[in-house]
């Protein structure tokens, strides 16, 4: 992770957005979208905007400039939460949120097994309670153990150029940011993505690692 001061002097230039663009993303599957902008390397604007999360912005954007590919450590709190889900149940979220009735969602990476939803500031704080509130909590396993990472938790953020073969343990994004002020649902989202998650057969569709999500439809 860097380090050490910020120069004001210097004004990074990121590399990043120049993995963008539309290409086939599912091979021409019949019935799916065969076109969509690349939802897994991050624009400039997005590392902008994971980089204000950090004590030194300035420093982190130079050290991606040097390194694209390497994960970073960032702490939570003031410019997002993050709930960490199982990888499938936190993929049946996501798919709860990008159904008809879903509102979309924010940036989504995996790592290590378990699928990183960014959220709201003050999630990892309400989410826990609203759960044993609405008795979907631990007691009645219905919904898995959310991890909550709030003010004085880090995560790590995967590499920003979207070469998630490369990266350690498999950490890289599902939906990766792009713009500097993302919509990031609050704890009554997340909580209704998750109950609905609850719902759904235990049996993942065959082509589940196969769903496009239409960045589109991203507030």
């Given amino acids: 992770m860097p380090g050490g001061q910020d120069t004001p002097s210097r004004t990074p230039v990121s590399p990043f957005s120049a993995t963008q663009g539309n290409r086939p ?92 939803l960014f959220a709201a500031p003050g999630t990892a704080h309400r989410l826990p309670s609203l759960l044993a509130w609405e008795e979907w909590g631990p007691r009645t396993h219905a919904v898995p153990p959310l991890l909550c990472h709030g003010t004085g938790d880090a995560v790590t953020v995967p590499a920003l150029d979207g070469d998630g073969g490369a990266a350690p343990a498999g950490s890289r994004w599902l939906v990766a940011p792009d713009t500097r002020h993302p919509w990031l649902p609050g704890p009554e989202v997340v909580l209704w993505a998750a109950v609905r998650a609850a719902r759904v057969s235990i049996f993942p569709p065959a082509d589940q690692d196969a769903n496009v999500y239409d960045v589109s439809r991203r507030r």
């Avoid at 390397?41 to 950090?54: K, Q």
């Avoid at 997002?80 to 996501?94: E, I, N, T």
């Fill in 25 to 116: 993303l599912t091979g021409g599957t019949p019935g799916r979208m065969t076109s969509a902008p690349d939802v897994t390397a991050a624009t400039a604007e997005g590392a902008a905007w994971l980089a204000s999360a950090g004590t030194y912005p300035r420093s982190t954007l130079a050290f991606w400039e040097e390194r694209p590919g390497a994960p970073v450590v960032l702490p939570c709190g003031t410019v997002f939460d993050v709930v960490s889900a199982p990888s499938m149940f936190g993929r049946r979220m996501l798919d709860r949120l990008w159904g008809a009735e879903g509102p979309g969602c924010g940036p989504v990476a995996v790592h290590r097994g378990r699928t990183l």
